[in-house]
């Protein structure tokens, strides 16, 4: 089937978009348009508009925009074809003619979900009658009522081999193997795959079944047993409870991802219905992205014990490559040895809700897992671990964010092993102009400090080897004097500050040595000795984390001097601008202190 634009348009001009958007949200006449408080975050204020007129919704607090079919998509949680046909249907109008292969394909798709539907009816009824005893019991152990077992419409299959085949006989055995309710072995007759099990429908996002969970009643392995991949289910790219949370979650602005059938369950009873599920297998990509249509920033939940922390530390690993602005997770650790079901059984909703009040982001997941994992108490040991988060960040495809994560992973790693950033603040207290009218740029104006800083503390030189290394000198004077002290500590490991004064006398570095009471005494390094340490990591660490800024804002400017259409332009104007922004908050933010308007006369 082939979608043209002149179809995509017709259908849009069709559709009225107030009254779509008005089955769900609450609009009034605004002139000639509608407003209302925007579904997709939560205000009190209206700021959301409908226009019919040019087809298309605004949020002007959160920026959602879209027209009929992104509605559908982003507000519905819909696949585009699907969302397509409902409008299609709901316009008068047909879907473009399928060629013979696809309008096969899609008979064949309406007999699954038929049959599907008739499978969850006769699950129900087992449930219902003499057979379910066992199961009804496990629920009510379990604590599920009925009304909930209604509710995620939950049945029964009889411990035998023919029961369900028999009762759908009408499909015919390769209908119902191709559905994954029979499993075939060659040379023998196709038999029932669920047997003694409580039934659990998996749902698609339009709340039709899919495929099954089936749970054992007693002792018996596997404890949980899936329907098989079909043309109707794709289990990794499918959500446990994805029809029942996408709006919950649109109202609530969350959603968490917790391990199992049971716990969405469990949660929905408690009064927490914006809760998914993978099934039996780790998050994917896809289910990720599924995730970020609903939020920016999904929750995942997952048991407090060595498998659930394990499942969260992958999914986190799987995530990273992925991010983008905006898009991250979050993670809540429940109690050692308990499941969302335990805690809400113990203190019900609020309980829950305290353990989400404790989260951790995405960043710190991935650091503290590298420094569990690290031998942290040798010098060999911290710089394995500085490496192995900068690989980690390097995995980030947006380039954006990876500059954030280097950014924060060496915060994280510095407050651990090195300059806590309130004290590295004190270089903003220390800090004073170098002549009266500033210098563009702090990192030629900090440069020399910081030499004359470590010649006089090697130890800081020694254990910051590596961004000292890589940080442009462009004064040539200055030069040998950074290179000269590198291969000391290198070649003399431990050497005090008179081995390295001396090395300095004579490497012929004198005058470059001597103290500059104009420039070096901004910095207290001839205070406190602890002080005077704290102060020239930081400084240390802010002419680094300039440098890197500088340089990918060069980078950005050369490519917009280049050729390029109006569409390449615009991306890395905004990019540009995004990194200006940037620099301003750097400095805004105490890292490194510009000293007034002068310092920042390039930004724009």
Request: charge should be negative; include cysteine.
């Amino acid at each position: 089937m082939t979608l043209t634009p002149t179809f995509l348009d017709e259908l849009r001009a069709r559709t009225s978009l107030s009254a779509l958007v008005g089955k769900t949200t609450k609009l009034t006449k605004a002139g000639r348009e509608h407003k209302g408080c925007c579904p997709f975050h939560n205000e009190k204020t209206p700021s959301f508009y409908v226009n019919d007129d040019k087809g298309f919704y605004h949020c002007f607090g959160c920026s959602a925009h879209g027209d009929a079919i992104k509605w559908m998509t982003d507000q519905r949680g819909l696949p585009f074809m699907d969302a397509v046909k409902e409008l299609a249907q709901a316009a008068g109008m047909d879907m473009p003619a399928m060629d013979r292969q696809s309008a096969a394909k899609a008979e064949r798709a309406k007999g699954l979900h038929e049959l599907m539907s008739d499978a969850v009816d006769w699950f129900t009824e087992q449930l219902n009658g003499l057979p379910g005893t066992d199961a009804r019991s496990l629920l009510d152990r379990r604590g599920i009522t009925p009304e909930t077992a209604r509710n995620f419409g939950m049945g029964f299959a009889p411990d035998s081999r023919g029961k369900l085949k028999s009762a759908l006989k009408t499909y015919g055995d390769p209908m119902l193997v191709e559905s994954g309710m029979l499993i075939s072995v060659e040379g023998k007759e196709p038999y029932d795959r669920f047997r003694g099990r409580l039934m659990i429908p998996i749902r698609d996002a339009r709340g039709r079944t899919i495929a099954f969970g089936g749970r054992v009643l007693d002792a018996g392995e596997p404890k949980y047993l899936n329907s098989p991949d079909t043309p109707l289910f794709d289990k990794g790219r499918t959500l446990y409870n994805l029809d029942r949370a996408a709006p919950a979650a649109r109202k609530s602005d969350r959603v968490l991802v917790v391990e199992g059938y049971m716990d969405v369950i469990a949660l929905a009873q408690a009064g927490i219905n914006e809760a998914v599920a993978p099934l039996g297998t780790a998050l994917t990509e896809a289910q990720l992205e599924r995730l970020w249509r609903m939020v920016d920033v999904p929750v995942l939940c997952f048991d407090g014990d060595a498998p659930g922390q394990k499942a969260a530390l992958r999914a986190a690993q799987r995530a990273l490559p992925m991010l983008e602005p905006r898009k991250s997770l979050s993670f809540a650790t429940l109690p050692a040895g308990q499941d969302p079901d335990d805690v809400v059984k113990a203190g019900g909703k609020a309980a829950f809700e305290q353990v989400l009040s404790h989260t951790r982001p995405l960043v710190k997941v991935i650091y503290e897992a590298e420094k569990n994992s690290a031998l942290t108490d040798t010098p060999e040991g911290r710089a394995g671990l500085r490496q192995s988060i900068l690989d980690l960040s390097d995995k980030i495809e947006n380039s954006f964010v990876q500059t954030e994560y280097k950014r924060a992973l060496n915060d994280l790693f510095y407050e651990d092993f090195g300059w806590k950033r309130g004290e590295r603040r004190v270089i903003g207290e220390s800090v004073v102009n170098t002549g009266p009218h500033g210098q563009q740029n702090l990192l030629r104006s900090y440069v020399r400090s910081g030499l004359y800083g470590l010649s006089r503390y090697p130890a800081v030189l020694e254990l910051m080897l590596e961004p000292i290394s890589f940080i442009n000198i462009e004064d040539q004077k200055l030069l040998p004097w950074r290179e000269t002290m590198v291969e000391a500590v290198i070649q003399r490991p431990g050497l005090d500050d008179d081995a390295l004064q001396a090395i300095l006398r004579a490497s012929n570095l004198k005058p470059q040595t001597r103290r500059d009471i104009q420039i070096d005494l901004r910095f207290p390094w001839d205070a406190d000795p602890a002080l005077a340490v704290r102060t020239l990591g930081g400084l240390i660490e802010f002419i680094y984390e300039e440098q890197e800024l500088l340089q990918e804002i060069d980078k950005v400017a050369a490519k917009v001097h280049g050729h390029m259409n109006d569409n390449e332009y615009l991306a890395l104007d905004q990019q540009r601008s995004a990194l200006y922004a940037q620099k301003h908050a750097l400095y805004e933010r105490g890292y490194l202190l510009g000293g007034g308007d002068e310092q920042e006369s390039d930004v724009g």
